[in-house]
């Protein structure tokens, strides 16, 4: 094992991935002094500013890890003009917030707005705020039918928030970086039970739940960290019979102050088995970056002067708003500017890894300024050391997308962005959907019209099919991409992938390839028709297979054409009304992308003496020609060779039909030499039938309990529902494999 050094980050293994966690504590908190609870309990009760009951304040005190640092902020804030309080101003009132590291085996967590649309097995409590003398308190009441029905409720909102995303690989990278909204609750019972104090989480839901998925372990689900989580927090300490009575808040918080200690004493004896040149454990690094969670606690609400609401409901009406501003009001980031941001930062990321020589560091600097705009497009041949690259944007893109899906970079790079979003995974689809805005770059403004599609064909893959991502190629330069047909033809993998990337950039950006082609499945050829759908980067990859001319063709005369500056005739609002493409009226200077014919002497197919403009329909015909006319059937031979589409089936080679993979056939157990082998077929099959008859049942069982509740998901996390679901396409794909051997026998009707 590496020498390790104190503060240096570590990699540990998380499930079937690697997180690097940036820094880890070699030493916990101790526990709250008690004479230091009470000095912040006599100054919240003595702050003119703040508004709880004295109760409220012994929980606030219990749950701060430094109860000094809250009191010295509410000391010091007699006078709201220098108060150290944290005050946001919403409609109808000012709310006030201390700001400090709490235990997280001290939050509860409130109820998630996020699954309020849902059907749950668990009804969420009665909710009521509290006021005192006309004037509300920062606190609420949540009143719930018994224990069991608040242990239910809390154990529901943590597994339902876990299904439904976990920010758990990033927490445990960083901790819990930005700080939850806070606040007291009373917790009160129909059943008499007496009432408990605690602080709730009102926004952070989704990170608290969280951090306890990384207490409990890569390999726990959302149902045993809601286990781990629950048992925890109402966890209640044991009174010997002799003891005084203590009230049940009381006998909880000393339950979870014990569990905390265990939980100490367990990461204390973690961090002894390291020497001191050895990195902490995993579970050490779990109870590290778990422990603390950073924190807003409102302490109080001021009402304004025209309020219209009741001093019981301003407290709970004035922290919605807050949410709603952060969660609803405010306009979000849309998915290509949070791209651009987190492409950006993880391609820095990149840059200052530390990794390669600096010859390397000072070339992937010019990368990352030309990637993010500090550099134009006509700079890429200073930048990549080839006075022959040409200065376009199309040139840029290309080269871009090269250096950017290099092994190496592709996986350093798609690693820190999942960890800028806090992603556990990402596909190619979404590395993709990072590319597409730098990219775009160059023509961002003068074809803004499409960029929306285009973004959106990028998404969906853009060009980045399997073989682009692989090492060993290169671009091959040139001025004309039609030059690289015939080296394309000839086996010429670098000219084949270079068409790939820049007539399929130029076809996403001309809004000629759109996310899932087309916008619906026709027998004619027309504007926003295609023959089958399939992916962008799976048709993209039909048109650069080996032996596709007509493919190969039909990208090269697409980057040829290509302009930075405006859109092409292809992408006009004609096409978008449906209206016949033909009689548009050319302009002096349009551009347009054309229909390929192999027998004409310029490949381009003409009607009436005019070139035929390019639909969607042909490109996805010339990614697969026998495919589009299986689609079609064979009646339409004649009318698609009547509109010029090039479907004969000889102009390109048969393709594997697009979005159905190929399956492993059943695995077959080795024969018994004492059972004959029909025998055993029979045996076999018996029990699939038998196998299979369960699984029925068993699906329509959890189908039934479907109707009642939306949560928990009936075939659990998306981890195993991925697991289950190619279990079971392997099974359905073996059995459809034998479908020819009845091929001669009178089949049942669907």
Known sequence: MPAYTAGASITVEWGKQQVEVSTVDHALPDASDVDERNKLVKAGMRSPLVALPEDAWHAVARATVTPETVALQLRESQDSRASLLLEEHVD????????????LSELFPAIQPRTGQELLAVDDPQVTGMAENGKPQ??????????????????????????????????????????????????????????????????????????????????????????????????????????????????????????????????IREIGKAGANEQPSLRAVQIAQSHLVPAHITVGAQAHERTSLNAEDLFDDALRSILASVHVE???????????????????????????????????????????????????????????????????????LHTLTRPAVFEELRSRAKEIKGD???????????????????????????????????????????????????????EDFTTLVEPALKGSRDARLTLALAGGTALIADKLLTRNVGSSVGLTRAPGKVPFRGDVHKIVEGLARQGNEIGFRTLALAAQRFEDDRLPRNSGTRQQLGLPYD????????????????????????????????????????????????????????????????????????SSVGGVEDVEE????????????????????????????????????????????????????????????????????????????YAGEEQPEE
Not at 372 to 396: E, F, H, K, M
Not at 461 to 468: A, D, N, R, S, W
Not at 610 to 618: A, N, S
Request: hydrophobic share 40%; glycine share 6%.
């Open 424 to 478: 556990r995974r990402m596909t190619d689809k979404g590395y993709a959907g990072l590319l597409g805005p730098i990219v775009d770059h160059p023509w961002r403004s003068s074809k803004k019209s499409a960029a929306q599609q285009a973004r959106n064909a990028w998404s969906n893959g853009g060009v980045l099919f399997k073989e682009v991502l692989e090492d060993g190629w290169a671009p091959v330069v040139t």
């Open 92 to 103: 109808g009132a000012t709310l006030r917030s201390v700001h400090g590291r709490v235990w």
């Open 583 to 654: 009689q548009d009226t050319e302009r002096d200077g349009d551009y347009q992308h054309s229909v390929v014919d192999l027998q004409a002497s310029d490949h381009i197919l003409l009607a009436d003496g005019k070139p035929v403009m390019l639909l969607e329909w042909d490109i996805v015909v010339a990614s697969d020609p026998k495919r589009s006319l299986q689609a079609l059937g064979p009646s339409q031979d004649n009318e698609q060779d009547d509109e010029g589409a090039e479907a004969d089936g000889t102009a390109a080679p048969v």
């Open 666 to 741: 059943l695995s077959q157990a080795a024969p018994d030499v004492e059972v004959p082998v029909e025998q055993q077929i029979q045996d076999r099959r018996r029990a699939l039938n038998n196998c299979l008859a369960d699984a029925k049942t068993y699906v329509d069982a959890l189908a039934d309990l479907g109707q009642a509740v939306t949560f928990p998901p009936l075939l659990g996390p998306a981890e195993d529902w991925m697991d289950l679901r190619d279990t079971a396409l392997h099974v359905l794909n073996a059995i459809q494999n034998h479908e020819a051997d």
């Open 138 to 267: 920062a606190i609420l009441r949540y009143r719930y039918e018994s224990l069991k029905h608040l242990k239910r409720h809390v154990q529901q909102t943590i597994s339902t928030t876990l299904y439904r995303n976990s920010y758990a690989e990033s927490i445990l990278a960083r901790r819990v970086t930005r700080a939850l909204i806070v606040h007291p609750v009373i917790y009160e019972f129909d059943d008499g039970t007496e009432p408990v104090c605690a602080l709730v989480a009102r926004d952070g839901i989704t990170r608290l739940a969280s951090a306890w998925k990384v207490l409990a372990g890569p390999d726990s689900d959302p149902e045993q960290v809601a286990g781990l989580a629950v048992d925890t927090l109402l966890a209640q300490y044991q009174q010997a019979a002799n003891e005084p009575a203590k009230p049940l808040t009381q006998r909880m918080a000393l339950g979870r102050q014990s569990r905390r200690k265990l939980l100490r004493d367990e990461f």
């Open 330 to 400: 405010f306009k979000p980031w849309d998915t290509a500017a949070q791209n651009v941001e987190v492409a950006g930062r993880a391609l820095k990321r990149v840059l200052h890894s530390g990794t390669g020589s600096g010859a390397a560091e000072d070339g992937l600097h010019a990368v990352y300024e030309l990637a993010v705009g500090l550099r134009p497009a006509s700079d890429a041949p200073q930048v990549y050391g080839n006075q022959s690259i040409p200065s376009t944007g199309l040139w840029r893109a290309v080269q871009l």
